[in-house]
């Protein structure tokens, strides 16, 4: 028994011998990687179409009724195999890793993240420091408490003893003039003095004893403000001994950072270091590439354009042997060859290498690219203004091709952006950019023109 579906029959059976006689089977084809893009990102066309299909194709090659057990059976364990399938297909798409990352940009998000840790540190410092400044606010504050406390203590103490002295003359004076045993006056007007200053002693006596107690009762009070005064003096110094340890270990920690910081910084360097040398010598190679095939297309011009030598005539004098073309190509007529003064513009600008570039710079100090051109040639007796436009709209101009030792090489619109002093073999003299420093390099990118002082 056999299926029918859109015309197409599709015999039970093997998979192996899946019979699909209306069409053609799709040509093999090679994975194409071009789908998958460097960063991993899936895009249509690669394997997990493929898979897809497959998963498609055998979808619809399973039966669409139930009398045939085996074919269902069959069929299910298909559709199995094309669910794994696809799965195999598409892991590699969502787990796909990002390409392997830059080191000098690794090693930056490491310098920044112990920056980061570094400033988090630094607030920490700065909090702690403020809470060792309230410690010590409230230290301070113990300290005079206990030290007013103190003093009231004393004054209080030095009116008890007073007051007891008093209390003790007094009761001495009433015991002396009971025991003189002078006879008594028994008239009224004495009586009545008597009992009065009877009562009077013992109003005054009785006063001073409750001040001596309350005076007492002040001393006590008094004890307790220095006690407790004395306890927050100890306890601020606990604080800021906790504080202090607290802060010499993040100050350590910051420390350890700090370090680590450096080293990162240090690696960074010498990795930009070592790429910059890497792209010097990359932009070397390839200017010296260009600079020689300039030449050799220059002396195959003039060996071309030289005339061909003619026999001589008879009777006539034999030739020199010198022909007008002379083994090149003469200069063009508004193109000086290069005097003696190139050889005076490089020593002065190979003797200012490793000076710093600084920002409309002619010397001595420092430079930039067009005050070192200026003050190179005017070594040699040539003046030029401070600017590079000037300089490439002063001079004759020559093909890069034909640049030689002393000429300027320029970039930008007319020569304004950047000028260099070319010493052959693809490589110049320039003052690049802050940061940077004279040095010899590459003729790089694309110069607009090269002109010739002298």
């Known amino acids: 028994m056999s299926h029918e579906r859109s015309g197409q029959t599709i015999s039970p059976g093997p998979v192996a011998g899946a019979d699909l006689t209306d069409a053609d089977p799709p040509p093999a084809r090679k ?8 960063e991993g990102v899936f895009r249509p066309g690669h394997r997990s179409v493929d898979a897809l299909l497959f998963v498609t194709l055998f979808t619809r090659i399973t039966p669409a009724s139930g009398n045939a057990p085996g074919l269902v059976s069959r069929a299910r364990c298909l559709r199995w195999l094309a669910a794994l399938v696809l799965v195999a297909a598409l892991v590699p798409i969502v787990s796909g ?30 909090a702690l420091s403020e809470r060792y ?8 504050q113990a300290q005079a408490a206990a030290a007013d406390a103190q003093q009231k203590y004393d004054a209080a103490e030095a009116e ?21 045993g002078a006879p008594v006056d028994l008239d009224v007007s004495s009586a009545s003095r008597l009992i009065s200053s009877s009562k009077y002693s013992k109003s005054a006596a009785q006063h001073d004893v409750d001040l001596v107690k309350q005076l007492r009762s002040a001393q006590r009070v008094l004890q307790d403000q220095k006690a407790a005064a004395e306890q927050a003096e100890a306890d601020a110094q606990d604080e800021q001994a ?30 930009v270091a070592e790429e910059e040398a890497r792209k010097e010598a990359a932009a070397l190679a390839e200017a010296q590439q260009r600079f ?31 022909t007008s073309g002379g083994g090149g190509a003469a200069p063009s007529a508004n193109v000086p060859v290069n005097g003696g003064g190139a050889a005076a513009a490089i020593a002065y600008a190979r003797a200012q290498l490793g000076k710093p570039y600084c920002y409309a710079g002619s010397g001595p100090g420092c430079f930039d690219c067009s005050g070192l051109t200026m ?28 640049m030689l030792p002393g000429d300027l090489v320029f970039w930008g619109p007319g020569g304004s952006q950047h000028v260099g002093l070319y010493i052959g073999g693809g490589q110049m003299i320039a003052a690049p950019h802050t940061g940077d420093v004279v040095k010899i390099q590459a003729v790089w990118g694309s110069p607009v023109g090269a002109a010739r002082p002298g």
């Open 31 to 38: 994975p194409d990687s071009s789908h998958i893009g460097s």
């Open 97 to 126: 890793g990002r390409a392997n990352g830059d080191p000098i940009d690794d090693k930056r998000a490491e310098a920044k993240a112990l920056q980061d840790q570094i400033d988090a540190n630094g607030t920490q410092l700065d």
């Open 133 to 140: 400044n309230g410690a010590q606010y409230r230290f301070e």
């Open 160 to 180: 008890v003893a007073r007051l007891s002295d008093l209390v003790k003359q007094r009761a001495a004076a009433l015991y002396r003039a009971v025991g003189q």
């Open 242 to 271: 906790q504080i202090g340890k607290a802060q010499a270990a993040v100050e350590a920690a910051n420390d350890r950072q700090q370090q680590l910081l450096s080293q990162v910084n240090g690696e960074i360097a010498q990795l």
């Open 292 to 322: 020689t095939e300039a030449a050799a297309a220059n002396a195959a011009a003039a060996a071309a354009a030289a005339p061909a030598p003619t026999a001589p005539k008879s009777g006539s004098a034999p030739s020199s042997g010198k």
């Open 375 to 402: 003050r190179a040639w005017g070594a040699a007796g040539v003046s030029m203004p401070h600017y590079s436009g000037a300089q490439y709209s002063m001079f004759p101009h020559v093909p890069l091709s034909a």
